[in-house]
């Protein structure tokens, strides 16, 4: 018996054979054949690689000491406590600050309203003897504070030198926003100085202008109600020009008299 021989397989077969064998006569194989050509779609890593699990998201590492495992950050206690003792100091300084502005001190004013010489000899150096009387207007400006001088004293300088003996003053208590009047007298006992010194002071009362000096010494303390502070060191210079002639005693005229310098 004879067996039908089979067609060996063809030895290189088409790698993509079309789908449809017999396409129909008319159609064309590029409908539009005008038409720019779509680039290739590039695939996806996940697409060359299906089978390739995906890549999850990083998470978030955590950050600080007070980081907590649960989703959040813990409340780190000391920099709680870092921040309330901030806005302690904060509100020190703020309450500080506003009491200093409505209590703080000002200094007080002084001036010498009026002057008058009994005695100035200078005939027989070194040694000078003046006595005089002046009348001084001290004024506390401050609203919340009163002052107190205690201890208090005077003495009469010319050229930077004492003529007079310090004279002690009674305490002296001023209200707030108020003024006091002194009117010490000082002077009567000899006072040694040079000879330069004297001989200045007779040319000066020849001439009849005289430069002199009041000072004020001692301690003041300012107190708002019950509240006192401490004792402060105050010095008060009154320089006034005065018309002195040799041989006249008695009230004089002020040629100048400019608010005392305060310094406390």
Request: aromatic content about 6%; glycine content about 8%; hydrophobic content about 35%.
């Amino acid at each position: 018996m004879l067996m039908a021989e089979e067609e060996p397989p063809h030895p290189y077969p088409h790698p993509h054979p079309h789908p449809n064998p017999h396409p129909h006569p008319h159609s064309h194989p590029n409908p539009h054949p005008h038409a720019h050509p779509q680039p290739p779609k590039m695939a996806s890593p996940d697409e060359k690689h299906p089978h390739k699990e995906p890549i999850p998201p990083p998470y978030p590492r955590p950050r600080g000491r007070g980081y907590s495992g649960g989703g959040g950050r813990a409340r780190d206690p000391r920099r709680a406590l870092c921040t309330a003792a901030a806005a302690v100091l904060v509100l020190v300084g703020v309450t500080a600050l506003t009491l200093w502005l409505v209590y703080r001190p000002r200094h007080p004013r002084f001036q010498v309203v009026s002057a008058a010489v009994y005695q100035l000899n200078t005939s027989s150096p070194p040694f000078v003897t003046a006595s005089a009387q002046f009348t001084v207007v001290a004024r506390n400006p401050n609203r919340h504070l009163t002052v107190l001088y205690d201890p208090f004293s005077a003495y009469l300088s010319y050229r930077n030198r004492a003529i007079t003996p310090p004279a002690a003053l009674p305490p002296l208590f001023q209200e707030t926003r108020s003024t006091v009047a002194l009117s010490p007298l000082l002077g009567g006992a000899p006072v040694p100085v040079e000879a330069e010194l004297a001989n200045a002071l007779a040319m000066d009362e020849a001439y009849g202008v005289v430069g002199l000096r009041l000072v004020l010494t001692g301690k003041v303390r300012y107190k708002a109600g019950a509240v006192g502070g401490g004792r402060h060191g105050v010095y008060v210079a009154c320089d006034l020009l005065v018309s002195l002639k040799k041989g006249f005693v008695g009230q004089l005229p002020l040629l100048g008299s400019p608010p005392c310098k305060v310094h406390l």
